[in-house]
């Protein structure tokens, strides 16, 4: 079993839907989560990180993290055409592991 | 602040060609990382350094090389190009012993074909 696995989509939704993005684990130690937002041909920037188990809302963005079963969600809601990117999901012990991205197209 | 800047942003290599890809950050971060991109493959971390002086190998450092001498600076050496090393190239840089940012800061990439 792979540490991170993620989907890799594309996931295609209407504007304004809720977008719904998963990521599972293997490694129980981990206890630092990211999501990082990549734009086609430019480098992934954090967008948002949480500590241990529950969630964590900025503005249209919730990540959530549910240790005990080794899952975690970053929830979009309003999707706009701008939200299009590849999300990847990380994970943090010494250093971070990411999984593969999951493209999405925010359709208008 | 320019954050982590990676030159060049393309290149073409031909086969057995050598060269070094450069990053530099101005944020006074210690760690520094190498990453590969490769479609529907993720990032593979290639080298990272833990400050000046000391580097390590990542998941998949055959074929490059790396030397930490400043802060600042954390170029990655290509010898003997091959087409298996056609790819984007990110650098990375994260601070140490900060208790509120976990995340790295990424630069822009160096997209790389070897023909």
């Known amino acids: 079993q792979k540490e991170v696995e993620q989907d890799p989509g594309p996931l295609s939704v209407p504007e304004g839907a809720i977008v719904s993005l998963n990521c599972t684990y293997s490694n129980s130690a981990f206890q630092y989560f990211m999501w990082y937002r990549q734009y086609s041909r430019k480098g992934p920037e954090l967008l948002m990180y949480?500590?241990?188990?529950g969630n964590k809302e900025d503005g249209r963005f919730t990540a959530q993290v549910d240790k005990s079963s080794k899952y975690i969600s970053l929830f979009i809601r309003d999707s706009q055409p701008s939200d299009s990117a590849t999300y990847l999901c990380a994970m943090r012990d010494d250093k971070i592991i990411f999984g593969k991205g999951t493209r999405l197209h925010i359709l208008p | 602040n320019a954050g982590v800047t990676q030159t060049p942003k393309f290149r073409i290599l031909k086969i057995g060609q050598s060269m070094t890809l450069q990053c530099a950050q101005d944020m006074n971060h210690n760690y520094m990382y190498w990453y590969r991109q490769d479609p529907g493959m993720g990032l593979k971390l290639i080298y990272y350094?833990?400050?000046?002086?000391?580097?390590d190998k990542g998941e998949v450092p055959n074929g490059y090389n790396v030397s930490r001498s400043t802060t600042e600076d954390f170029p990655l050496r290509l010898e003997l190009a091959a087409p298996s090393q056609t790819s984007v190239y990110f650098c990375a840089s994260s601070p140490y012993g900060t208790v509120t940012n976990y995340g790295y800061t990424f630069g822009s990439g160096t997209r790389l074909t070897v023909v």
């Open positions: 350094s833990v400050g000046a002086g000391i580097t």
């Open positions: 949480t500590y241990s188990s």
